[in-house]
């Protein structure tokens, strides 16, 4: 059953249409989504709550599609960090799309051309990838391209949608519903991360970055953020390495 | 139309500072990525100061709050962090199910506390 190849018929080829709303499909079955719009239903409130502008934001989300570097730039904005410093941040927070990228690409790219391939790696985010590594290698290799668009494609635009419903919310709900708004993204961020950590490294870098931020916050000037991450990965990645070395 | 509008800048800022230095990482990781190799060392270091800096954007959000969130007593805020962490790995490491445990703790902190 699991290997159909070896009965000798081949199963008809549907057209990549049919494949991308089996990806939609199973989005909307994901619960990585409904945790992935929880977040940008937190996010929609912070924007309100620092005034960022929501068609900015609504941009952000499209043309970013990347929570932590959206959170950067809007607290950038907000701490009043000049430019270069956050597109730097956002820089470094987003080179951690090279591996995810590099990683799903050969899975999912089929016969594509280049322009596909490139096209596709925008909607790379890390619930789009979480999900498609879980999902994508039982399909046939010509599906994989079309369901990874429709799947990508729904947690785009459904983060489109919950970004305005939470920055509606937070205007209409409440106080403290619109405290718990606005706490949704460090909450589900803290625990992505943990889930994401593997190795030591990634649990010290973890660790390391909330315990310098009270640190820097206080001298770090606007490059606080710079100096957490260059510290404390820097320290995180030498003493995970020590101590495998040691152990 | 001056740079200095700021909701210009924030318009601005999502293009150059969030759109460029984000996509440029896809597109290289598309070009490269017959030959990345996603173990290698530069690789580590680079995604331990990404999660590093990621862990600073939640801290601040948690301890240095801007807007209404501020508040909220800290104690209340670390203690619905504690506790989201502690549903996630009690409650079958869900991400869903530690989120509304925390968002319980803040909820409720917020109404009876603040």
Do not use: C
């Amino acid at each position: 059953m699991s290997e159909p190849a070896n009965t000798g018929a081949t199963p008809p080829i549907e057209p990549p249409r049919v494949w991308f709303w089996r990806g939609v499909r199973a989005g909307v079955m994901s619960v990585q989504g409904l945790v992935l719009f929880a977040g940008f239903i937190g996010f929609g409130g912070l924007i309100r709550d620092i005034g960022f502008p929501l068609g900015a934001a609504l941009l952000s989300t499209i043309f970013v599609w990347a929570l932590p570097a959206q959170l950067l730039i809007v607290g950038g904005f907000a701490a009043g960090s000049p430019a270069p410093v956050i597109a730097l941040a956002v820089g470094l927070s987003s080179v951690r799309f090279f591996p995810i990228v590099a990683s799903i690409m050969p899975m999912i790219r089929g016969k594509s051309g280049l322009g596909t391939q490139l096209f596709a790696s925008h909607f790379v985010a890390v619930s789009a990838w979480v999900e498609s590594i879980r999902l994508v290698p039982a399909l046939p290799v010509y599906a994989r391209m079309p369901f990874f668009l429709g799947l990508s494609n729904y947690f785009l635009w459904g983060s489109v949608v919950t970004t305005v419903i939470g920055y509606l919310l937070a205007g209409t709900l409440p106080q403290a519903l619109a405290n718990g708004l606005v706490f949704l993204t460090p909450i589900s961020f803290l625990l992505q991360l943990i889930r994401n950590s593997r190795d030591l490294v990634d649990w010290l870098a973890l660790v390391l970055g909330l315990a310098l931020t009270p640190v820097f916050a206080q001298f770090g000037g606007s490059f606080d953020l710079l100096w957490i991450g260059a510290i404390g990965g820097g320290a995180a990645y030498v003493i995970g390495r020590r101590l495998r070395a040691r152990a | 139309m001056s740079f200095s509008d700021p909701m210009l800048y924030a318009y601005l800022l999502v293009i150059l500072a969030g759109f460029l230095p984000t996509d440029v990482f896809r597109f290289a990781a598309v070009l490269f990525s017959r030959r990345i190799d996603e173990d290698s060392e530069v690789l580590i270091l680079v995604r331990a100061v990404a999660t590093a800096l990621l862990a600073g954007v939640i801290a601040r959000i948690v301890l240095f709050p801007t807007g209404d969130l501020a508040g909220v007593p800290l104690w209340i805020r670390l203690s619905s962090i504690a506790a989201g962490v502690a549903g996630y790995f009690l409650i079958k490491r869900s991400v869903l199910a530690g989120v509304i445990v925390a968002e319980i703790v803040i909820i409720g902190g917020a109404v009876y506390f603040r």
